[in-house]
């Protein structure tokens, strides 16, 4: 009996991540059924989604290249969103981070290192005071700060491309700014690839982060905040000083996502609609179960399963858009509150037997 309260205990406990790979693994298996019924070669096109990404190590730096910045506005969203408001500032701090980050490769000159260290602190400031103004305008308007924040992303989306057209912009041939100083931009880790330092700059985030939000005063006043406000009010926390500095925090890590992006991927900026980070960061804080330990790895599954979609639309007849399909399943099943609620409540319901059957078996 000890035994299966204990494996009713795992499973519980473990309840959101099995529901999770539960998600993805039924997405999997729809996707590879429609590939079946569409495609001419559906084995070796099921091959070039799953193991493509693996067959050269272009491939597979181009998985880890395009995770960064799905890891950087995960990292973001996790920390406003853990305090309870739906705040999605951050896709107008990675753009406007971004264009900052221009304006400095552009137009600032500086040593070295020193050139591409302020040109992201720079970045990051300005992505942390624009994530602020949703939080703040909302205890003055009283307009919900959700739809203040995509508000905002569409202004500094203009405001950002504004700046880039007048001041920043190559005259002649494409639409983009003036390429940047080789000072200000992220050297390659490894030849024959993309892979800059933003990655080791996106792995220091992660520790941040998950110190800030785990192992930190801080972190535990959002958490509360977050799952009771009214409660941490009676704590003693002050909720809208944690919600002010989550949503800077949150805002300071999107802008300097953007800023790694430009110096680390491009000679200068062509970014002329939106980027929409935002929804990535969304998607992988969701599949991370809310978990900033889980955040990277659900990015490299997400950037895995597109460069394998279009791996697989190169070499096959079938379009890399399937993937998008993918993400919707998962999301859809993710997001419902009934996916396996059967099954929870079975086992709830068989622990709580099991805990009764104990307590009499102590009285007796």
């Given at each position: 009996?000890?035994?299966?309260?204990?494996?009713?205990?795992?499973?519980?406990?473990?309840?959101?991540?099995?529901?999770?790979?539960?998600?993805?693994?039924?997405?999997?298996?729809?996707?590879?059924?429609?590939?079946?019924?569409?495609?001419?070669?559906?084995?070796?096109?099921?091959?070039?989604?799953?193991?493509?990404?693996?067959?050269?190590?272009?491939?597979?730096?181009?998985?880890?290249?395009?995770?960064?910045?799905?890891?950087?506005?995960?990292?973001?969203?996790?920390?406003?969103?853990?305090?309870?408001?739906?705040?999605?500032?951050?896709?107008?701090?990675?753009?406007?981070?971004?264009?900052?980050?221009?304006?400095?490769?552009?137009?600032?000159?500086?040593?070295?290192?020193?050139?591409?260290?302020?040109?992201i602190l720079a970045a990051a400031i300005v992505g942390g005071l624009i994530s602020m103004l949703p939080i703040i305008f909302e205890k003055f308007t009283r307009v919900n700060a959700t739809v203040l924040s995509i508000m905002f992303n569409s202004i500094f989306y203009y405001v950002g491309y504004s700046i880039v057209s007048a001041y920043l912009l190559e005259k002649?041939?494409?639409?983009?700014?003036?390429?940047?100083?080789?000072?200000?931009?992220?050297?390659?880790?490894?030849?024959?690839?993309?892979?800059?330092?933003?990655?080791?700059?996106?792995?220091?985030?992660?520790?941040?982060?998950?110190?800030?939000?785990?192992?930190?005063?801080?972190?535990?006043?959002?958490?509360?905040?977050?799952?009771?406000?009214?409660?941490?009010?009676?704590?003693?926390?002050?909720?809208?000083?944690?919600?002010?500095?989550?949503?800077?925090?949150?805002?300071?890590?999107?802008?300097?996502?953007?800023?790694?992006?430009?110096?680390?991927?491009?000679?200068?900026?062509?970014?002329?609609?939106?980027?929409?980070?935002?929804?990535?960061?969304?998607?992988?804080?969701?599949?991370?179960?809310?978990?900033?330990?889980?955040?990277?790895?659900?990015?490299?599954?997400?950037?895995?399963?597109?460069?394998?979609?279009?791996?697989?639309?190169?070499?096959?007849?079938?379009?890399?858009?399937?993937?998008?399909?993918?993400?919707?399943?998962?999301?859809?099943?993710?997001?419902?509150?009934?996916?396996?609620?059967?099954?929870?409540?079975?086992?709830?319901?068989?622990?709580?037997?099991?805990?009764?059957?104990?307590?009499?078996?102590?009285?007796?």
């Amino acid at each position: 009996m000890k035994k299966t309260g204990q494996k009713t205990d795992y499973v519980m406990k473990y309840f959101s991540v099995i529901r999770i790979i539960s998600a993805i693994a039924i997405a999997l298996l729809i996707v590879f059924a429609i590939i079946f019924m569409v495609s001419d070669q559906p084995v070796f096109a099921i091959r070039k989604l799953v193991l493509g990404p693996l067959e050269t190590k272009r491939s597979f730096f181009n998985v880890l290249e395009r995770a960064v910045p799905l890891i950087f506005s995960g990292l973001a969203l996790n920390i406003i969103l853990r305090s309870g408001v739906f705040s999605i500032a951050a896709d107008g701090s990675f753009y406007m981070g971004a264009v900052v980050a221009t304006a400095m490769a552009v137009k600032v000159q500086l040593p070295n290192i020193v050139h591409q260290c302020v040109l992201i602190l720079a970045a990051a400031i300005v992505g942390g005071l624009i994530s602020m103004l949703p939080i703040i305008f909302e205890k003055f308007t009283r307009v919900n700060a959700t739809v203040l924040s995509i508000m905002f992303n569409s202004i500094f989306y203009y405001v950002g491309y504004s700046i880039v057209s007048a001041y920043l912009l190559e005259k002649t041939g494409q639409w983009g700014s003036s390429y940047f100083l080789d000072t200000a931009r992220l050297g390659n880790l490894l030849k024959g690839t993309s892979m800059n330092w933003g990655f080791v700059i996106m792995i220091a985030t992660v520790f941040f982060v998950v110190f800030l939000m785990e192992k930190t005063s801080f972190g535990y006043k959002v958490r509360v905040t977050g799952i009771n406000s009214a409660f941490a009010k009676n704590a003693g926390i002050k909720t809208g000083k944690v919600i002010l500095t989550a949503s800077f925090i949150s805002g300071l890590i999107a802008g300097m996502g953007g800023a790694v992006e430009m110096v680390g991927m491009y000679k200068r900026f062509q970014w002329q609609t939106s980027v929409n980070y935002v929804w990535d960061g969304l998607m992988v804080h969701m599949l991370a179960n809310e978990n900033p330990y889980f955040i990277p790895v659900t990015a490299f599954f997400i950037a895995y399963l597109r460069i394998g979609a279009e791996i697989m639309s190169r070499a096959t007849d079938l379009d890399n858009e399937i993937v998008a399909f993918l993400q919707c399943i998962v999301i859809l099943l993710v997001g419902a509150e009934r996916f396996l609620a059967v099954i929870k409540k079975r086992k709830e319901q068989k622990n709580a037997l099991l805990q009764a059957q104990e307590a009499s078996e102590k009285e007796v």
